[in-house]
């Protein structure tokens, strides 16, 4: 039988720092459909629904991923989902080194076939919660150990992310100032992409859009649908670009304080501004302290919380947070 030629594969991107770190010899499977039902076969293995394990088929997109994160030699890389290791192996190419974060036992095994010869990488068992909305402090002292054994200046997260943790995972992140991220260019549901970029006034406007926005400038970089995975989930999903912003972060202040005042205030959505703060979570608040408070901003209690822009949250959270 004649031999198979693998076709080539595309040019990665060119670092815009300093040349790229030595590539390692070993084999770099290309992540197909066919190639991912025979790699699961062979470790008998089946992705899990309820761990958002979806693999992305179409090798365009992971490119695309790369591209967008701009790796240079001088990065430090956080992935959380290893799955195969294919979008490891791309970051691993490009960047500094590469903290990658794998829950499944069996996966984060046969992931070792594919990534256990970079010695760039460290792939770490465990979930990276390690509350519901707390980050797991293993996941970030490794990857703070990495960063330094290999002096990298900038972090990153890039990643496609499993579906359950994306919201915690992002809004953790940004909230940590000993955790400077440069960016983040992530796969995550399409709902929480549109949450992500939504403006005031919109149906998907709600706290984790004027938390992130208020932080960070966002970007939609493309829309995937489900035929791009394996398996097939059963809504879209949306590449995300975050990119902190010191200057916004700087005009919120205590970012932590906000985003508890965010949480308190969209807990119940249905209610008006001044419902919603006289019947606060952690204690009632005097009606007329509130609506005096409430004329002296210029903001109108009738209206309810998804009404307001970014900077009309920020007054509200420095006069009642």
Not at 36 to 59: V, Y
Not at 114 to 132: P, Q, Y
Not at 213 to 240: A, Y
Request: glycine share 6%; charged share 25%; aromatic share 6%.
């Amino acid at each position: 039988m004649p031999e198979t030629v693998s076709p080539p594969k595309p040019k990665a991107p060119k670092p815009t720092v300093q040349p790229p770190l030595p590539k390692s010899n070993a084999p770099d499977p290309r992540q197909t459909l066919s190639y991912l039902r025979g790699l699961m076969e062979n470790f008998r293995l089946e992705p899990k629904s309820k761990l958002g394990q979806n693999f992305l088929i179409d090798l365009n997109l992971v490119d695309l991923i790369v591209r967008a994160g701009d790796l240079t030699s001088a990065d430090s890389v956080l992935e959380v989902g290893t799955g195969t290791g294919s979008l490891t192996n791309k970051i691993a190419d490009w960047a500094a080194c590469v903290f990658t974060v794998e829950v499944d036992k069996s996966f984060h095994r046969m992931a070792q076939t594919f990534i256990g010869h970079r010695l760039n990488v460290v792939s770490h068992l465990g979930d990276a919660l390690e509350r519901k909305n707390e980050l797991n402090p293993d996941m970030l002292a490794g990857w703070a150990e990495l960063t330094a054994k290999f002096h990298a200046k900038k972090l990153k997260l890039i990643a496609n992310l499993p579906y359950a943790v994306a919201t915690p995972i992002i809004t953790n992140l940004l909230l940590l100032p000993e955790l400077p991220i440069d960016r983040m260019v992530v796969m995550v549901q399409w709902e929480i992409a549109e949450r992500l970029r939504a403006t005031v006034g919109t149906k998907d406007y709600n706290s984790l859009s004027v938390l992130v926005q208020s932080l960070c400038d966002v970007e939609t970089i493309r829309k995937v649908g489900p035929s791009n995975f394996f398996p097939r989930p059963q809504v879209d999903s949306g590449i995300v670009m975050i990119k902190p912003n010191p200057e916004k972060r700087a005009k919120v202040g205590d970012v932590v304080r906000f985003r508890v005042f965010l949480r308190d205030l969209y807990c119940h959505r249905r209610k008006n501004l001044r419902a919603a703060l006289i019947g606060w979570p952690s204690g009632r608040r005097d009606k007329v302290e509130v609506d005096s408070k409430l004329k002296d901003l210029g903001i109108d209690g009738g209206v309810r919380a998804e009404a307001l822009d970014l900077e009309q949250h920020l007054r509200l959270s420095n006069t009642f947070g």
